[in-house]
Nanobody
Framework: QVQLVESGGGLVQAGGSLRLSCAAS????????MGWYRQAPGKERELVAA???????TYADSVKGRFTISRDNAKNTVYLQMNSLKPEDTAVYYC?????????????WGQGTQVTVSS
């Protein structure tokens, strides 16, 4: 099992910045991808950014150039630096990790942290 604990959410004005952290613990063997998803009220959960163990990253088009994902493998922590925040970034942000064991992909989720951007 893997436990993920997010922190760093809060209320910020449009144009401001926040940094989310996700600390992972437990059995980290074969954890490959870690990332951030978000879910706004009435909307489906969507991928925001992800980073694989080798360092490659991917971003949703809506956050490219504003958000940066990074990973500290020694600390088992992934970060999401969010700059130039917009009201439409308001959502609950969830940390995610996954691994494949014997051909089966396992997903792990944090409890979520609220990000609210006021206009």
């Amino acid at each position: 099992q893997v436990q993920l604990v997010e922190s760093g959410g809060g209320l910020v004005q449009a144009g401001g910045s926040l940094r989310l952290s996700c600390a992972a613990s437990g059995n980290m063997f074969s954890i490959n991808t870690m990332g951030w998803y978000r879910q706004a009220p009435g909307k489906e959960r969507e991928l925001v950014a992800a980073i694989i163990s080798g360092g490659s990253t991917t971003y949703a088009d809506s956050v490219k150039g504003r958000f940066t994902i990074s990973r500290d493998n020694a600390k088992n922590t992934v970060y999401l630096q969010m700059n130039s925040l917009k009201p439409e970034d308001t959502a609950v942000y969830y940390c995610n990790a996954d691994r494949v064991v014997a051909g089966i992909r396992y997903y792990y989720w944090g409890q979520g942290t609220q990000v609210t951007v006021s206009s």
